[in-house]
Every structure is written in C-alpha cells, then in structure tokens.
C-alpha cells in the first residue's frame, strides 16, 4: 500500500532554518492538493501550509513569511522550507495528501505520512 514518507526534521535553534520533504513511497499517477499539518503536545493538529497541484497556496497566520511550501508535481513530492524557526514551532509535522491517483482506476483519499519532528530550541 502506498504512504507517504517525511524527512528533513530536526533539532534546531531558533533562528534556524530547516527543509521538510513528503514522497509517496512508491509511483503514482498524481496528488491532488498536499500540506503539512503539525501538532504540538497537548494542542490539535493544525494547518501548517497546503498547495493544490496547480500551485496555489494557504498558510496559517503564525507561519505567514516564514515558511514556504513548495511541491514538484514530476516528483510528487512536497517541500516546507521552514526559516526563522521559533521555539513555538516545536510539533511533529505531518504531510497530508488530498487525493492520491494510485493507478489507472483507483484514486485514495485522505492520506497522512508518519510525521516528523521538529524542535526549535531558545
């Protein structure tokens, strides 16, 4: 079954700058709309930043100018360029796909990765 697979977290000082990256673990056709979700301890999970397949883009307000989601459709991958990190960005980062185009004639829905954790020390 496919999933999706995260990188690139860390330990990090604030100030710092770190670069996240999700794949689907095997060959797709496509991804529709793909995001990175993060959750603290003790808080919900929260939207982080998301782009749809044709390049639009959201951020929550506490990321605006700071961090940059990205995504390279040949690829199927997508990026979180994370730069001045604060101690307050210290979450496991989820990547979050929409609708995955498996294979001719199976689409999947709703696909989350692993997470990967981020820690931003003061």
């Known amino acids: 079954q496919v999933h999706l697979v995260e990188s690139g977290g860390g330990l990090v000082q604030a100030g710092g700058s770190l670069r996240l990256s999700c794949a689907p673990s095997e060959s797709v056709f496509s991804i529709s709309t793909m995001g990175w979700y993060r959750q603290a301890p003790g808080k919900q999970r929260e939207l982080v930043a998301d782009?749809?397949?044709?390049?639009?883009?959201d951020y929550a307000d506490s990321v605006k100018g700071r961090f940059t989601i990205s995504r390279d459709n040949a690829k199927k991958t997508v990026y979180l360029q994370m730069n001045s990190l604060r101690p307050e960005d210290t979450a496991m980062y989820y990547c979050?796909?929409?609708?995955?185009?498996?294979?001719?004639?199976?689409?999947?829905?709703?696909?989350w990765g692993q997470g990967t954790q981020v820690t931003v020390s003061s």
């Open positions: 979050h796909a929409d609708r995955v185009h498996v294979r001719w004639g199976l689409w999947e829905y709703d696909y």
């Open positions: 782009i749809t397949s044709d390049g639009s883009t």
